[in-house]
């Protein structure tokens, strides 16, 4: 076993970077002690001891510091351990946040040489190389969406919290639509409430150039539903105008063909088919409803009604697959020729069925075989585009959005990289306003529906 006796300022914070290291003989973490080895009692001393396997190492700080300065102390010293002395592998070093990107650019920004932020990723975060090109060309590509101009402009997000069914990975906020059917009518009403509170400001309208309709599984109601729910939007929204109108479609089994129709004439231009894998056996075990073949039928019907670009999720780490599987997933998907490829690390989330499965979820490094799917993507003609970490996730991995050129999603910039105003409507949405001075307001909605739908039952529309 790993002891790590450490302050308990910090010990959460280890806790969260320890946890990303796969370790055969495990570790634990000790909060028994508040400084070790505090000499002469120094108000700001610090120290840090790892013993493992006869292995040690230390650090010893006697300065007056900031809190920040020994949190990253923490972390450098735990990965320059296991690195150095296990052979552990962590391609972002010590940063625990879910937007490098941010990071990348906030250097940039005031004015800093490439080479020279290239060392300071290296030798202060301890970020890999191969990393480091990664999200220099992520930083690079999105330039030309956050300039001062674009900042301007306004997103609106609209939640649909229903899905015809969990998946075993999914922790979002949804709710099985046919035992909330009864919650349909009333979220609407609640729905169109807040849409009136929040985007019925003079000026807004113009203001306003990309609306994202997500969930959940926005497709999982009837098509009734959905004429209603963008209708009600189309009051505030000027849809013909619009640069960029997402719908999640989501699941092929909830998307017909009239349904996909009528989508293409209410002013979609982006749509989302996602089948995270092309493995039947897959689909069962994480709940799907949808075999390999009805994905690539609504794809099909999807990509000869003209829409300006369709979306396909992955995921690889799922239960059960190997990198055989992974790889034919990525070839598949590749013939078709979707305008984005979303790849995701599988990351067990709070809340999922995973979290509490007894399975096994994954007991294989995902490193090379990820290594190999973004060759063969990139090999292919895509971009990547936009990136972002989870917590939990598989093999200290990261999620990131492959573009053909020109076919960015322009919300999915806006929300991970945090520089534009973005209106949250319906149940778990976050709002964020950013001001001049680069602070950001944010606001949570209810994720509860019964919370959601009184919060917004009046009727004001």
Request: charged content about 25%; aromatic content about 10%; some cysteine.
């Amino acid at each position: 076993m790993m002891k790590i006796e450490v302050n308990h300022d910090y010990i959460d914070d280890l806790n969260k970077l320890l946890a990303n290291f796969k370790m055969d003989n495990g570790f634990e973490l000790s909060e028994d002690s508040l400084f070790v080895n505090n000499i002469l009692d120094f108000e700001k001393a610090f120290s840090l001891n790892v013993e493992f396997m006869g292995k040690k190492s230390a650090l010893f700080l006697f300065k007056q510091v900031s809190k920040n300065d020994l949190r990253y102390a923490n972390r450098r010293l735990i990965v320059d351990f296991l690195t150095r002395e296990f052979g552990a592998s962590y391609p972002y070093g010590v940063l625990l946040g879910i937007r490098p990107v941010k990071l990348v650019r906030k250097w940039l920004n005031i004015g800093i040489s490439t080479d020279c932020l290239r060392h300071i990723l290296n030798y202060t975060y301890m970020i890999e190389e191969s990393t480091i090109d990664k999200l220099l060309s992520i930083c690079y590509l999105q330039k030309r969406f956050l300039t001062e101009g674009e900042k301007a402009k306004k997103s609106v997000y609209i939640s649909v919290p229903f899905c015809p069914s969990r998946c075993s990975y999914c922790s979002f906020v949804s709710n099985d639509i046919l035992k909330f059917k009864g919650y349909l009518s009333p979220y609407l009403d609640s729905l169109k409430n807040e849409a009136y509170l929040k985007l019925s400001e003079d000026g807004l309208k113009e203001d306003i150039d990309c609306l994202y309709i997500g969930g959940g599984t926005p497709a999982s109601p009837d098509l009734e539903y959905i004429r209603a729910m963008i209708s009600s939007i189309g009051r505030y929204v000027d849809i013909k105008s619009l640069r960029e109108f997402t719908f999640e479609g989501g699941r092929p089994d909830v998307l017909d063909e009239e349904k996909l129709t009528y989508l293409k004439s209410a002013g979609v231009t982006r749509l989302c088919v996602n089948p995270q894998t092309m493995r039947d056996d897959t689909l069962v075990r994480i709940g799907r409803k949808h075999n390999s073949d009805d994905f690539v039928k609504t794809f099909n019907i999807a990509k000869n009604l003209g829409f300006n670009s369709i979306n396909t999720d992955l995921i690889i780490g799922l239960p059960g697959e190997v990198r055989e599987d992974i790889l034919y997933t990525v070839s598949e998907i590749i013939k078709l020729r979707p305008d984005n490829i979303t790849l995701h690390s599988l990351s067990i989330k709070k809340g999922s069925r995973l979290s509490v499965s007894s399975e096994d979820v994954l007991n294989y490094d995902l490193s090379d075989v990820y290594l190999e799917v973004l060759t063969m993507i990139k090999e292919a003609g895509y971009n990547m585009y936009y990136l972002y970490r989870q917590k939990n996730i598989a093999s200290n991995l990261d999620n990131i959005g492959f573009s053909l050129q020109n076919k960015e999603c322009l919300y999915n910039i806006r929300m991970m990289e945090e520089e534009h105003d973005i209106i949250g409507l319906g149940s778990g949405s976050t709002s964020k306003n950013f001001s001049k001075n680069s602070k950001i307001s944010t606001s949570l909605n209810p994720k509860n529906l019964d919370t959601y739908i009184q919060k917004y039952s009046y009727l004001i529309y």
